[in-house]
Each structure stands twice: as C-alpha cells, then as structure tokens.
C-alpha cells in the first residue's frame, strides 16, 4: 500500500517559535487531514484540505496541499505550551479509499 | 468531542481471554471504525462498517472481529487476546466514507 512519511518524528521547541511539519506521499492523494492528539486522548481533526494547492488557516495552524498531491504541510505559527502533543496527517488516494496515517510529529514546547 | 463514548476505558487482561470493546455514537453517522495505535506504527484500521450489520476488514483484522447491531453501536471482539494486542484502540466515526474521521478517546488494553 501506499506509504505516508511525516517528518520530523519530534521537536522540542520554545514558546513564541513557529513549527512546521509535512507528510510525503509515495502516490497521489485528493484529500489531506491534519489531527492534533493530547495526551491520554483520541485525535481531533485540526484541518482538511480537497484541492492541491490549497492553503487553508485555523488560528495560528496553517496547512498546505502540495501542487504535486504528494505531499503536505503544517505551520503553527507563535506557540505556546497547549500546542504540545502529538500532530498527525493522513491522506486518501480517491473518495472512498482507506485513509493512511503518519505516524506523527512529537510536539513539545517549552515556556 | 464527537459524541463517541468508548468502554471500558482501561482494560488489564490476560492471554487466552476474549475481550470486547464498546463504541457508542450520539450523531447517528452511517460509518464507523476500529484503529489501534502502536508506538512505530501509527494508526492502523482493523474493521469498519458501513451500515448495520455491513462491516469489512481493515489492514490487521487478524484476531478481531466485529458487530454492528444497532446505528449507534460498534463492538470490537478479541476472541482469544495475545500479547501483541496490548494496544490503545480507538473508534472513529464518519458521515460519508473515511473523511473527516471523529476519534473517540480510546481504550487503553494490556494483555499480560
């Protein structure tokens, strides 16, 4: 099947810093999904992205659909500590496809 | 929260013994799913279903199976659990087929 790299695996950072994180797709996908999980709880979809080229914003998360469809990114722009957790992409080859999932960037941010 | 409850929360049993998972949806969506997440692997689906009584196999469906009785009822069955099925699961829920997919905070299972 199709593989997923999200890098980088973690990040230690400062509060104030801006992050950024991107999945790589070994095949073309339509659709893009970032999930942010906190400790001892499930992941909750921060953003989704149907377009290539498409930039869409959350707050201070912005995430990008790569022209070539293979790929995608996360920015956090300014963090503060309740960003920490673990960030996850996951992506769908054709509507009705199993999504994959990265295996996620360990965040943690340091006041 | 999407409305998922998943029971029990923790879970400590041992090797041989069937275990069940339980995921209940308040949003009356059509599609359900059972993942679990291991440290290296990301998440991984194991069964879903997209309808009552409708379910198939996800990419490590060995050792598990499943039953949707009711909309709003997703049972995950580890007939004879082994140790390789310490794992968090977590069941997730979608109005159309697989996206955006709404997690439940998972069940924490140890088999020992």
């Known amino acids: 099947g199709q593989q997923l790299n999200q890098s980088p695996q973690s990040m230690f950072i400062q509060e104030g810093e801006d992050v950024s994180m991107n999945c790589t797709s070994s095949?073309?996908?339509?659709?893009w999904l970032w999930y942010k999980q906190d400790p001892g709880e499930g992941p909750v979809l921060l953003i989704a992205?149907?377009?290539?080229?498409e930039l869409t914003s959350n707050g201070r998360l912005t995430a990008q659909f790569g022209i070539t469809r293979k790929d995608s990114f996360l920015n956090i722009s300014a963090s503060i500590p309740s960003d920490v957790g673990i960030y996850f992409c996951?992506?769908?080859?054709?509507?009705?496809?199993?999504?994959?999932f990265g295996e996620g960037t360990q965040l943690t941010v340091n006041p | 929260d999407a409305g998922i409850t998943q029971s029990p929360r923790h879970k400590v049993t041992e090797t041989g013994t069937p275990v069940t998972l339980r995921c209940h949806q308040t949003?009356?969506?059509?599609?359900m799913y059972w993942y679990r997440q291991d440290p290296g692997h990301g998440l991984r689906l194991i069964h879903y279903?997209?309808?009552?009584?409708?379910?198939d196999k996800g990419e490590v469906s060995d050792g598990y199976s499943v039953s949707r009785s009711k909309t709003e009822d997703f049972l995950l069955t580890l007939e004879s659990a082994t140790s390789s099925q310490t794992s968090v699961y977590f069941c997730?829920?979608?109005?159309?087929?697989?996206?955006?997919?709404?997690f439940g905070n998972g069940t924490r299972l140890t088999v020992t």
């Open positions: 949003e009356n969506h059509r599609y």
């Open positions: 279903s997209y309808g009552v009584k409708d379910t």
């Open positions: 095949s073309i996908f339509n659709t």
């Open positions: 997730a829920i979608s109005v159309g087929v697989e996206t955006p997919l709404h």
């Open positions: 992205l149907y377009k290539a080229g």
């Open positions: 996951a992506g769908q080859e054709t509507s009705g496809s199993r999504l994959t």
